[in-house]
């Protein structure tokens, strides 16, 4: 038979498990989230700068 105070402690070692999992994927499901707006970002960027490019090679063509 195990004692109380034994199952006590492997219950709070179990929540303090299931929390620190609560937490990691927490943090994964941010980080994949932070990805994904650098890499849109970047891609805004990316087109923000062929939009500046035309625009000047435009310019320049009608001066």
Do not use: F, N, Q
């Amino acid at each position: 038979m195990v004692p109380a105070s034994l199952k006590g402690a492997r219950r709070r070692e179990h929540e303090a498990d299931d929390k620190r999992h609560s937490t990691l994927c927490r943090l994964i499901v941010a980080s994949s989230y932070s990805l994904e707006i650098s890499k849109r970002v970047e891609e805004v960027e990316e087109v923000e700068v062929e939009v500046e490019e035309a625009t000047e090679s435009d310019v320049t063509e009608s001066d």
